[in-house]
């Protein structure tokens, strides 16, 4: 199992700047890639980012590329997400969340962290 705990979200001005952290704990060495969610009032939850365990792989949905940064520590143990340029509609709940190489959906969540993006 593996655990995940999110931090670091608030509430900013549009066009400034966060940095979401999620430390992993448990059995770590098993995750493959790590990645981020957001879920916002009424709407479903949806992909944010991913980065894989060699850090050679990142995948950014269309909304924050070129905004946010996904990157993790070489110890595997902590991801991040700086988000940058912030909008009102990245207004959510960002969850953390981790997967094994064998299998193709995130099997571990964490229980999210605010983000609120003032106009």
């Known amino acids: 199992q593996v655990q995940l705990v999110e931090s670091g979200g608030g509430l900013v001005q549009a066009g400034g700047s966060l940095r979401l952290s999620c430390a992993a704990s448990?059995?770590?060495?098993?995750?493959?890639?790590m990645g981020w969610f957001r879920q916002a009032p009424g709407k479903e939850r949806e992909f944010v980012a991913s980065?894989?365990?060699?850090?050679?792989?990142?995948s950014y949905s269309d909304s924050v590329k070129d905004r946010f940064t996904i990157s993790r520590d070489m110890a595997w143990n902590t991801a991040y997400l700086q988000m940058n340029s912030l909008k009102t509609e990245d207004t959510a709940v960002y969850y953390c969340?981790?997967?094994?190489?064998?299998?193709?959906?995130?099997?571990?969540w964490g229980r999210g962290t605010q983000v609120t993006v003032s106009s």
């Open positions: 980065v894989s365990r060699s850090g050679g792989s990142r």
């Open positions: 969340a981790a997967r094994r190489a064998v299998v193709d959906t995130y099997e571990y």
């Open positions: 448990g059995r770590t060495s098993s995750m493959y890639s």
